[in-house]
């Protein structure tokens, strides 16, 4: 199968590879996105497989040629830190951005495939107790209903839309049983063969899930259930509603790290094999339903691990990179892929 992997980076803009990994080239000079970007997040776009969005620090970006060019979308998000883009399963022509430090973190909608943005209701303020400036990791949509959307603060709290994002309702105000945490790094949401859903929320510190729509929630501690106190991100693998991983670490950067498995939609939990000690916190995932056993993680300080047998198993790739912040690979190598020109 031929591949386009991309990382996006904190320093380097994006980072890819046409060739599964044994060469690797940043973007070229002249376009809307520098080459020495902060790039936050990507999310392939559902109605192109060769095109990817990236979020970066001062707006939103295009590229339709797996990475090899950019462009800048011009619209609300322009001056806006991207830190998360996720689009609806049912309708993806609906899109969600999350923004934050250094800018604002608000919530913001597109209803044209990314085309055209405008701000939801969802605004934080400027400054909050735990990272000075929040930030908006964390969006999920329900997979039958585009208005159906869950947004995620650090910090600043689970919030909920019923209508695209017109009103909010706070959720983790709920969870004073468990000390409450409105550090929120993640959310999923995981559609079952019986129709009912089951919501994950991840905070810095535990996992939260419930199997009847938000109601009630139980509480799964980082330390005591994977054994490291930093919980990081979450995976879906394309195509199950039960099969899902979460990168931990022992803080942030932290020095080592895990990745743990779950078949059986994070009720309970297995240790993934890597074969190489991470040097720092798992980071970052990466998939696609063109393979959904062929998986990739990343540590925030630059290891880049894959997966051939959707995540229990992970091997280190050759290349290590500066902080990744994202990774995503494409079903595609495009005819121009950007690379200089070599004249003899």
């Given at each position: 199968?031929?591949?386009?992997?991309?990382?996006?980076t904190?320093?380097?803009a994006?980072?890819?590879?046409?060739?599964?990994?044994?060469?690797w080239?940043r973007?070229?000079?002249?376009?809307?996105?520098?080459?020495d970007?902060?790039?936050?997040?990507?999310?392939?776009?559902?109605?192109?497989?060769?095109?990817?969005?990236?979020?970066?620090?001062?707006?939103?970006?295009y590229?339709?040629d797996?990475?090899?060019?950019w462009?800048?979308?011009?619209?609300?998000?322009?001056?806006?830190?991207?830190?998360?883009?996720?689009?609806?399963?049912?309708?993806?022509?609906?899109?969600?951005?999350?923004?934050?430090?250094?800018?604002?973190?608000?919530?913001?909608r597109?209803?044209?495939?990314?085309?055209?943005?405008?701000?939801?209701s969802?605004?934080?303020?400027?400054?909050?107790?735990?990272?000075?400036?929040?930030?908006?990791?964390?969006?999920?949509?329900?997979?039958?209903?585009a208005?159906d959307?869950?947004?995620?603060?650090?910090?600043g709290?689970?919030?909920?839309?019923?209508?695209?994002?017109?009103?909010?309702?706070?959720?983790?105000?709920?969870?004073?049983?468990?000390?409450?945490?409105?550090?929120?790094?993640?959310?999923?949401?995981?559609?079952?063969?019986?129709?009912?859903?089951?919501i994950?929320?991840?905070?810095?510190?535990?996992?939260?899930?419930?199997?009847?729509?938000?109601?009630?929630?139980?509480?799964?501690p980082?330390?005591e259930?994977?054994?490291?106190?930093?919980?990081?991100?979450?995976?879906?693998?394309?195509?199950?509603?039960t099969?899902?991983?979460?990168g931990?670490?022992?803080?942030?950067?932290?020095?080592?790290?895990?990745?743990?498995?779950?078949?059986?939609?994070?009720?309970?939990?297995?240790k993934a094999?890597?074969?190489?000690?991470?040097?720092?916190?798992?980071?970052?995932?990466?998939?696609?339903?063109?393979?959904?056993?062929?998986?990739?993680?990343a540590?925030?300080?630059?290891?880049?691990?894959?997966?051939?047998?959707?995540?229990?198993?992970?091997?280190?790739?050759?290349?290590?990179?500066?902080?990744?912040?994202?990774l995503?690979?494409?079903?595609?190598?495009?005819?121009?892929q950007?690379?200089?020109?070599?004249?003899?």
């Amino acid at each position: 199968m031929s591949r386009t992997l991309i990382v996006a980076t904190d320093g380097q803009a994006v980072m890819r590879s046409y060739d599964d990994g044994k060469n690797w080239y940043r973007i070229g000079i002249r376009q809307d996105l520098e080459y020495d970007d902060r790039v936050r997040c990507l999310l392939v776009d559902p109605h192109n497989p060769e095109a990817v969005f990236a979020g970066a620090e001062k707006g939103l970006f295009y590229s339709d040629d797996c990475g090899a060019h950019w462009r800048r979308i011009d619209c609300a998000l322009n001056g806006f830190a991207v830190w998360k883009l996720v689009a609806s399963e049912s309708d993806p022509n609906v899109i969600y951005a999350g923004t934050g430090a250094p800018s604002l973190a608000i919530c913001f909608r597109s209803r044209d495939g990314g085309k055209n943005w405008e701000q939801t209701s969802l605004a934080m303020p400027e400054f909050c107790a735990g990272v000075n400036r929040p930030r908006m990791l964390a969006l999920a949509v329900d997979p039958d209903d585009a208005n159906d959307v869950w947004a995620g603060v650090e910090e600043g709290g689970l919030h909920r839309s019923r209508d695209g994002g017109e009103t909010w309702a706070r959720i983790d105000t709920s969870w004073p049983q468990f000390g409450g945490n409105s550090d929120i790094h993640d959310i999923m949401v995981l559609k079952q063969d019986d129709g009912t859903k089951v919501i994950l929320a991840l905070t810095v510190i535990a996992l939260y899930r419930s199997t009847d729509d938000g109601q009630t929630w139980t509480q799964m501690p980082a330390k005591e259930t994977w054994g490291l106190r930093y919980s990081r991100l979450l995976l879906r693998k394309p195509g199950s509603s039960t099969e899902v991983a979460v990168g931990i670490g022992d803080g942030t950067p932290g020095t080592t790290a895990a990745i743990l498995t779950s078949s059986d939609a994070g009720a309970t939990w297995t240790k993934a094999t890597l074969d190489t000690p991470s040097n720092s916190c798992m980071w970052a995932f990466g998939a696609n339903p063109a393979d959904p056993d062929f998986l990739l993680s990343a540590s925030k300080f630059g290891y880049l691990y894959r997966s051939v047998d959707g995540g229990r198993n992970w091997t280190k790739e050759w290349r290590e990179f500066n902080e990744i912040t994202d990774l995503t690979w494409l079903n595609a190598v495009p005819a121009d892929q950007g690379l200089p020109h070599v004249t003899n």
